[in-house]
């Protein structure tokens, strides 16, 4: 069951000390963690669900398999830069 964002809002009245647009945002990290290739915000990257961040050709190189927590690594959504 998918929550719309008044339902969210709702749950950050409960819990006054976190922010809803803070809870929203992804780290976008700028550098691999295998590699420490660069990368930017509106290129291709993957990630698992703890945030850990990979280049294209690392995540292809480990399977789409997170070394740190053994997740699924997913592409990255892209931010306009």
Same mark, same amino acid.
């Given at each position: 069951?998918?929550?719309?964002?008044?339902?969210?809002?709702?749950?950050?009245?409960?819990?006054? /000390?976190?922010?809803?647009?803070?809870?929203? $945002?992804?780290? !976008?990290?700028? #550098? +691999?963690?295998? *590699?420490?290739?660069? =990368?930017?915000?509106?290129?291709?990257?993957?990630?698992?669900?703890? /945030?850990?961040?990979?280049?294209?050709?690392? $995540?292809?190189? !480990?399977?789409? #398999? +997170?070394?740190? *927590?053994?997740?699924? =690594?997913?592409?990255?959504?892209?931010?306009?830069?």
């Amino acid at each position: 069951m998918l929550l719309d964002l008044s339902e969210l809002s709702d749950l950050f009245d409960v819990f006054p /000390e976190f922010d809803v647009e803070d809870a929203m $945002a992804l780290e !976008m990290r700028d #550098t +691999c963690e295998r *590699c420490a290739v660069s =990368l930017t915000a509106d290129g291709p990257a993957s990630l698992c669900s703890y /945030e850990c961040t990979f280049c294209p050709d690392c $995540a292809e190189a !480990m399977a789409a #398999t +997170c070394p740190n *927590c053994g997740g699924e =690594l997913v592409p990255r959504p892209r931010r306009r830069a």
